[in-house]
């Protein structure tokens, strides 16, 4: 199975700064993904991490606010651009591998507060 | 359109007392299948998934779901519930021609109770 290693798991950041949180895999996946979980909620899908490509952002996210970089098959980024309050969520990368669909793995989080 | 429902925002169960969480879903071929649970801090964990065969699966901590297409369910039981499995848990489902693309119900936050 492989390990995702995300970072930071939490920050404090004021509004109208940008947050860039990174996510390591420990083998390579095919698929990467990143999710927020705003305050009580479930998680929603924003985008789908391509290598060496724009990502493909699901409905009500775009890349000027949620751009997200991955240059290889092991590392992405979700960088959280012009924060509000409203930016306050968790935020969570995956990765599978789609020649085997066994198991989905997620990072730890990033709890990100906006102030 | 696609959905995942998790009818029941909150559950108090005793400990010891049996569990059972409820999962629907509206798609246009069956799904992969998916229980998470989230305990408070920590990130998710699987407790059990199907893709196909058996449709009761065993998962980890003693749950169990079953999948029932004809309902188009997939529900979460647990015979004896202990203080530890107080957490969220969250039903999910991924596409299988998008493996990887998840789509959660809203939650089931259990409280367990002496």
């Known amino acids: 199975s492989a390990v995702i290693s995300q970072k930071p798991s939490r920050d404090i950041c004021q509004r109208g700064t940008s947050l860039t949180i990174q996510c390591q895999v420990d083998s390579q996946v095919t698929m990467m993904f990143w999710y927020r979980q705003q305050p009580g909620q479930s998680l929603t899908l924003i985008a789908t991490?391509?290598?060496?490509?724009?990502?493909?952002?699901e409905s009500g996210f775009v890349i000027d606010k949620f751009p997200i970089s991955r240059p290889n098959l092991t590392f992405s980024t979700l960088t959280v651009s012009n924060m509000s309050p409203e930016d306050s969520s968790i935020y969570l990368c995956s990765g599978v591998d789609s020649t085997q669909n066994t198991e989905a793995f997620f990072g730890q989080g990033t709890r990100l507060t906006v102030v | 359109a696609q959905s995942v429902t998790q009818p029941d925002i909150h559950i108090t169960v005793s400990e010891g007392a049996s569990l059972e969480l409820r999962c629907n879903y509206s798609?246009?071929?069956?799904?992969?299948l998916f229980w998470y649970v989230q305990s408070p801090g920590q990130g998710l964990q699987l407790l059990l998934k199907y893709f196909s065969g058996d449709t009761l699966v065993q998962g980890i901590k003693g749950f169990e779901a079953e999948f029932k297409r004809s309902q188009s369910s997939f529900n979460l039981r647990k015979p004896s519930v202990h203080w530890s499995d107080a957490a969220e848990y969250f039903c999910?489902?991924?596409?299988?021609?998008?493996?990887?693309?998840?789509?959660f119900g809203a939650g089931t936050q259990v409280v367990v109770t002496p």
């Open positions: 991490a391509n290598q060496g490509s724009e990502a493909t952002y």
């Open positions: 999910a489902v991924a596409p299988t021609d998008s493996w990887g693309k998840f789509q």
């Open positions: 798609y246009g071929a069956t799904p992969y």
